[in-house]
């Protein structure tokens, strides 16, 4: 197969918004697949190269300057086995070279579509609507096997593209054959928000009642040890043992052969309070870290990802006592509340709510889980927006925000009264169609300047802004960047003026 023809299949899925739609332009690629194109061509559409990274970061990939071929001739293969080789470039004097080389002749060889495509890929943007759900479904609809037995295959093999392969090849059979293997990641079991503890108590503590366990802002980490034998991996599934050395010795000490744990690690300070979130994941290596284990999957010769979290709990304070997070068991409300109260007192983000009759609903985002957090908000102003791509093609989108600087001077753009804002983060979540479609036909009449995909504003519209914190940034120059922002609401009540300054937003560092 053509390497055109999943750039196409690529692009109808990115332009529509029909489940529907996107499924039977996967199930037509999928179908037109020979077995050796499959693993490929399913890692694209997931966004990723088979191979991971390739050793080319952005600033490379985005230098590379060749004229587009005028017809398509690269096959999934062709282009599979050039990722490949590029990816095993040895390190040493001339390999950034022989890199750049191979990229250009890649790139040379493809179209325009093909290079965007390729360029998306490769510099990790390639966003569309080919999410996990609906390549599963198409999965199991081009290879007639149910739905569910596809989706535990993926959420025990942890890879869509070897879940695609199993399935096209082997059918319900080869998908059924994929259990838990101790020493193989699975999709970890992920939360849904709660609006409020007492709903997120009502919804789950009807019947076996539930577990309230502190929630940290940590590094989630899934450990295996198989005897002395031990891998660590990140929420991803990136493998990442090499890092954390003491939490490797650790493991080992366990009273357990075999074990499959989830948890957090945690770099803490010198009085035992949490670090930022950015704190651990840059301290991995260097002895800081501390695990918080709430789960277990497996423990010697026995899978428990199919039992109630009560017996899940039972097993793991048997083989981690020590490394459990703090919770309690069927709390009443009084107790579930100063559980949340503790938390927070300890520097955490909240809660979490869990039912103690679920299974471990693997790589899904379930109601059985629920996250009681702590949600900031911040009236910021608008400096720009980007044209966005794919189903938002024509819209502007990303919003570039702003805080006021109170400072004489503050560096940042500044309005007709004199105000000057700091760029502290983007953000294209929340958005509505119809705010889009708003935001679209107002921000060009308050442009000052276009550059490339980037229309840049008069610093006048204020919007309000949730966020679940903020973290220290070199990349903006007022030094904190937002983490997990989303739109809420504009503002026209509110003057660029009386929006928050960056050093509310710092405040928020602690």
Partial sequence: MLLADVVAASGTVAATRSRRAKIDALVALLRGLAPAEVAPAVAWLAGEPRQGRIGAGWRTVSAVDAAPAATPTLTVTGVDEALSEIAATAAGAGSGNRRRAALGALFGAATTDEQQFLRRLLTGELRQGALEGVMLEAIAKAAEAPAEVVRRAFMLSGQLPDTAVAALAGGTAALAGIGLEVGRPVRPMLASPAETLDAALAELGAVGGVSVEHKLDGARIQVHKDGSDVGVYTRSLREITGGVPELVELVRALPCRSVVLDGETLALTEDGRPRMFQDTMSSFGVGLQRPYFFDVLHVD????????????????????????????????????????????????????????????????????????????????????????YGRRTGMLSNIHLGARDPSAGGAGESNAAG????????????????????????????????????????????????????????????????????????????????????????ELLR
């Avoid at 709390?331 to 679920?358: F, I, N, Q, W």
């Fill in 301 to 388: 010769g026995t899978d428990l990802i199919d039992e109630p979290l009560a017996a899940r709990l039972d097993a793991l304070q048997q083989c981690a006592p020590e490394h459990r997070i703090a919770g309690v068991l069927r709390p009443d409300p009084e107790l579930a509340a100063a559980t949340l109260t503790a938390a927070l007192d300890a520097g955490h983000e909240g809660v979490m709510v869990k039912s103690l009759d679920a299974p471990y609903a693997a790589g899904r985002r379930g109601r059985s889980w629920q996250k009681v957090k702590i949600a900031h908000t911040l009236d910021l102003v608008v400096l720009g927006a980007e044209w966005g």
């Fill in 419 to 506: 105000d000057s804002f700091v760029m502290v983060g983007k953000t294209f979540k929340g958005m509505t169609d119809e705010l889009l479609a708003w935001q679209t036909a107002t921000f060009p009449g308050l442009a000052r300047e276009t550059t490339g995909h980037v229309v840049y504003l008069r610093p006048e519209l204020v919007v309000e802004i949730e966020l679940d914190g903020v973290q220290r940034s070199t990349r903006y120059p007022g030094g904190v960047a937002l983490r997990f922002a989303r739109v809420l609401r504009y503002r026209p009540d509110k003057t660029a003026a009386e929006a928050d300054t960056i050093n509310t937003v710092r």
